[in-house]
């Protein structure tokens, strides 16, 4: 817990208005300079500031103001709070981006659209700090500074580091699916291996397969050819 107590000026308006404390113990208590204190005893600082008590909010306790009063070098002791605040959680938001560079968001919104069209809206606002209106526009040239703008590297600018850049790059890659088109060497479905060639004859004729009708053609050409031989 911080060793000021909350709203210092505040509370010392309160403990010179209510208390008889003097200005150094004020002043030590609200971490506070002693002019400084004086002159808000004095009506020349803190004009306006309505006084808060102590007391109530449970930094200070009544014996701690007793002990104060009746020795004017004790010093108060902030007492610790009973109440327990939870952590506040980290917001989510788009990235801050100074004011010296929120102009050149556009050239890099445009870089992006250009370079990695893969990219999705959200992650472009990740890494650029801006708007998806902002997006839409540059994609759609209806920015007000269409004319002028020219494609800039983020990491060139200032707006975001190249792991920044590379990690979103590779996650939008990964998610992107894979081509249809293409999907790689395979081998031929069976209905392709086993089909006949249009050119093959689905049967082959009896005469081929008759080795009978076969020898008997041997024959009568073998006869032929000693008849010839006689004449």
């Not at 404390?21 to 609200?30: I, K, P």
């Not at 086993?194 to 050119?199: R, V, Y």
Request: with cysteine.
């Amino acid at each position: 817990m911080s060793n000021a107590p909350l709203m210092p000026k505040a509370t010392a308006v309160w403990l010179l208005d209510n208390t008889a404390l003097t200005f150094d113990q004020v002043a030590d208590f609200t971490k506070m300079h002693p002019l400084e204190v004086r002159a808000i005893a004095d009506g020349d600082a803190a004009q306006g500031i309505k006084g808060m008590d102590p007391l109530s909010n449970g930094q200070l306790t009544r014996e701690e103001i007793e002990k104060g009063e009746k020795s004017p070098d004790y010093r108060l002791r902030l007492q610790e709070s009973k109440v327990v605040l939870p952590p506040q959680p980290k917001r989510k938001g788009p990235r801050y981006t100074p004011v010296s560079r929120r102009h050149e968001r556009p050239s890099a919104i445009l870089w992006l659209l250009r370079n990695h069209a893969e990219l999705k809206d959200a992650q472009i606002m990740r890494l650029v700090g801006t708007t998806k209106s902002t997006i839409a526009s540059v994609r759609d040239r209806t920015h007000w500074n269409t004319s002028q703008l020219t494609p800039i590297d983020p990491v060139t600018l200032g707006l975001c580091s190249q792991i920044e850049l590379d990690f979103e790059v590779a996650r939008a890659a990964k998610e992107k699916p894979i081509d249809a088109a293409y999907g790689g060497a395979t081998l031929l479905p069976a209905s392709e291996t086993t089909k006949k060639d249009e050119f093959e004859p689905a049967e082959r004729s009896s005469d081929d397969l008759n080795l009978d009708a076969v020898f008997a053609k041997l024959k009568t050409l073998g006869g032929k050819k000693q008849e010839d031989e006689e004449e």
